[in-house]
């Protein structure tokens, strides 16, 4: 094989001018093939012959529309001949490097190579009367691309598969739980009815029913998490009462302070318009924060806080304790579901860690932003920002 070299300004390579074009191109390791200006092969070097899987006598005068250049691309579609990186070199007159493409050997095995393509320009001619190209051969690296694709679109099905699965089961998971509730219920105030609420059986009772409650709650996270996941929940945009949702909330949990001895209270602006919001959605937000306040808050208050503008328009929702805090480092991760924390945190106070993660979830459907400000021993303060994303 023999190549016109055209006369240049003198480089690095003239250091190397002793040696034969042959012997460089041979003892390269990537693919070569030389190009005349019709397209037909001239020149190969042994490992474009490895490569290609065609001998020297298989690939001498071989055009551009001849295997094995009748080529595909990494989606599977044919790579028309016009557009291979040789034939694009020899129309433009300009390189063409970095094209993947796929060619078929003679025993049908398909092989990856990365193509780069150069044009040699002789006489001064205004397009080049041979092409250069050389080939990598890239299967190994597409086939683990290939597998790791596979596997990524394999887990995003599954998991939409497991949300899908979770979401549908929600009336089989909780018919059962509410059933045993409530005869627990039942039994225990006709006992206490009675006369027999010091019974032994009462005790039971009571406690079949805080864990089915407890049950029930976890359950209820779980498949409301699925349900956002699956992409099952939707959101209204309406005008909210902001006040009547925040007094009837902190209404509804009153006890619950009561019993842990906290002082849970409100405070909403005198002049207050509505959110454009989900009441629903913005209520179990407020709920979950409201419960996570609780649980975290071994003595003090907790504070809910509306804040609004100059106008009356509401810009926050504010949950604030006087708790136990959150260490900064883990801050990032409390909104990912099943976080806490930390694992004594879990031991000691209980809970699936999907609160936040719902919140947050709900926040960013209804366009709203929610985040923490906290430090260990100084309380925790979510804030959900009605501003639009």
Do not use: Y
């Not at 041979?26 to 001998?55: C, F, K, Y």
């Not at 002049?271 to 003595?299: C, E, H, S, Y």
């Amino acid at each position: 094989m023999t190549l016109a070299v055209p006369t240049r300004t003198p480089s690095g390579l003239d250091r190397f001018a002793s040696l034969d074009v042959r012997q460089v191109v041979g003892a390269m390791s990537e693919g070569v093939v030389v190009q005349h200006a019709d397209g037909t092969i001239r020149g190969w070097n042994p490992r474009a012959e490895e490569i290609l899987g065609l001998s020297g006598d298989e690939l001498s005068g071989r055009g551009s529309t001849d295997p094995p250049w009748l080529a595909v691309r990494l989606d599977g579609s044919p790579f028309p001949a016009t557009e291979h990186p040789s034939m694009q070199t020899l129309r433009t007159g300009r390189p063409v490097w970095g094209t993947v493409m796929g060619v078929h050997k003679p025993d049908g095995t398909l092989t990856w190579i990365n193509v780069n393509s150069t044009p040699i320009v002789e006489g001064g001619a205004a397009l080049p009367t041979a092409v250069v190209t050389t080939f990598t051969d890239i299967s190994r690296q597409v086939h683990a691309e290939q597998v790791l694709r596979a596997a990524k679109e394999a887990a995003e099905l599954a998991n939409r598969s497991k949300s899908a699965f979770l979401a549908r089961m929600s009336h089989e998971l909780r018919t059962p739980l509410n059933s045993v509730i409530g005869f627990a219920t039942l039994l225990l105030s006709r006992r206490r009815t009675n006369g027999e609420g010091e019974h032994a059986d009462s005790a039971f009772l009571e406690r079949i029913r805080a864990n089915g409650t407890h049950l029930l709650t976890i359950i209820n996270d779980i498949l409301d998490l699925s349900q956002v996941e699956a992409g099952r929940v939707t959101v209204r945009s309406l005008p909210v009462d902001l006040r009547a949702l925040v007094l009837e909330t902190v209404g509804q949990l009153a006890d619950q302070a009561q019993v842990r001895g906290l002082q849970l209270t409100a405070e909403i602006p005198d002049q207050l318009g509505p959110v454009m919001a989900d009441a629903d959605r913005l209520r179990q937000v407020l709920i979950n924060l409201l419960g996570n306040a609780l649980k975290f808050t071994p003595t003090g208050d907790v504070v809910v806080r509306v804040r609004a503008d100059v106008d009356g328009e509401p810009t926050s929702l504010e949950v604030q304790d006087s708790g136990i805090g959150i260490p900064f480092e883990v801050q990032s991760t409390i909104f990912e579901p099943f976080e806490q924390g930390d694992t004594t945190t879990a031991r000691k106070f209980g809970g699936t860690g999907l609160g936040l993660a719902i919140a947050r979830q709900l926040c960013e459907l209804m366009g709203f932003r929610l985040h923490v400000r906290s430090a260990p021993g100084e309380g925790s303060r979510f804030t959900v920002e009605f501003a639009r994303l």
